[in-house]
């Protein structure tokens, strides 16, 4: 069996590096893909470092897949070779769960296989990601790509386009709500560009001034600097629903005056614990606090085809493989405009 190029890192402090996978063989429900773009999401930097504890080494990041059908299992009928698909954050679910059955596979009760290191029987004992040449995928977690939509510009729709997406429509984001979107990166950028496509009022909360003209640029009708504290102060009571994808720990309690009576606060930011929570605004103001995990399929395909009828992508910097590392210094330090998408022609 032929190996898979792709870059690994083989610790957390180990940089990314080029390597050869295993992928498993094209059964008669799998999609095999040859990768065009992968996105680079926040997360791959946190499992690549384990920020989180939980990495098994190699690590093969990646989870903003797009690509071409390059071999289909005997079974798959509504695909074709040569056909632009796209595979997002995960490959695979219990499928009979409660989550599984109400399309909330994220939400697998049995544990959703994560599209890079979640165990597997593929070959390596962990699934490995996007930042490789090919990868081979059940026919049920593969996203149909809209036509129209360019490839590069549209993978980080298959993370941090649905993690945005998912939140808003839970909350009913629409015409007469006004939404802040908490940080401009990967997220918040999509996060801006879809509140505003759904029909909400809504305001980029961000902690860079020099980002201010962009977010107006990429819809929002508003900038509120979140550094301004009397800023902050004259928009008390204002907001629906805020979407915090800050991917620090950080006092989310700051935030809370913003909201109205029953408003929402939802952290996208995958951080672990973080600041104490202070009830008090919660209850003068029935107030929530909650979390969000990407979205399932049936939404991703959904938010994918509200993207083509919208002609909405993300904001990107291509780069070729070689760059990863670096890539990921610069995301530490917000300079991305605003997510880097690997051109996997660049990987032999
Ligand atoms: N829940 C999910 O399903 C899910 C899915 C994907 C990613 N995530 C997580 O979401 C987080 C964001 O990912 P991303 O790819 O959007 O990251 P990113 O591109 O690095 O953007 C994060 C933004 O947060 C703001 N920020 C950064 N450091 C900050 C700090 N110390 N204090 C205040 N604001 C700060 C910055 O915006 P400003 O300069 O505008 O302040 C920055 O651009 C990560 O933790 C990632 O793991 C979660
Ligand atoms: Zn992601
Ligand atoms: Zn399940």
Request: with cysteine; aromatic share 6%.
């Amino acid at each position: 069996m032929s190996l898979t190029p792709c870059y690994a890192a083989q610790s957390a402090t180990a940089p990314l590096a080029p390597y050869r996978i295993q992928r498993r063989a094209v059964g008669p429900k799998d999609v095999q893909i040859a990768i065009d773009y992968c996105g680079v999401c926040h997360t791959d930097l946190h499992q690549t470092r384990n920020d989180w504890g939980r990495a098994n080494y190699p690590v093969v990041p990646g989870h903003e897949i797009v690509g071409k059908v390059s071999a289909l299992g005997a079974e798959v009928q509504h695909l074709a070779i040569g056909q632009t698909v796209a595979v997002g954050c995960f490959v695979d679910s219990c499928r009979t769960c409660p989550s599984c059955q109400a399309h909330w596979e994220q939400y697998c009760l049995q544990g959703v296989k994560a599209t890079y290191n979640s165990p597997t029987q593929d070959p390596g004992g962990y699934t490995y990601g996007g930042y490789a040449k090919s990868i081979v995928v059940d026919q049920d977690f593969v996203l149909v790509m809209p036509k129209g939509l360019d490839s590069a510009a549209a993978a980080p729709l298959l993370c941090a386009g649905i993690t945005t997406y998912s939140p808003l429509k839970h909350w009913g984001i629409g015409p007469g709500k006004t939404v802040g979107v908490i940080g401009l990166g990967g997220l918040g950028h999509m996060g801006v560009k879809l509140s505003h496509a759904l029909g909400a009022k809504t305001i980029m909360i961000t902690s860079s001034p020099n980002k201010a003209a962009d977010a107006l640029k990429l819809g929002a009708d508003e900038v509120l600097l979140s550094t301004e504290a009397a800023a902050m102060q004259a928009r008390a009571n204002q907001f629906d629903f805020l979407l915090d994808t800050i991917p620090v720990p950080h006092d989310f309690n700051a935030y809370m005056p913003l909201l109205k009576v029953d408003g929402t606060l939802c952290i996208v930011g995958a951080i672990g614990p973080t600041a104490t929570l202070n009830s008090g605004p919660l209850i003068f103001g029935r107030r929530s606090v909650a979390g969000s995990l990407v979205g399932g399929i049936q939404e991703t395909q959904e938010m994918l085809d509200f993207c083509g009828q919208h002609n909405i992508t993300s904001e990107i910097e291509i780069i070729p493989i070689s760059e990863i590392n670096h890539a990921y210094e610069r995301m530490l330090k917000s300079d991305v405009k605003y997510r880097f998408v690997i051109d996997m022609s660049s990987l032999s």
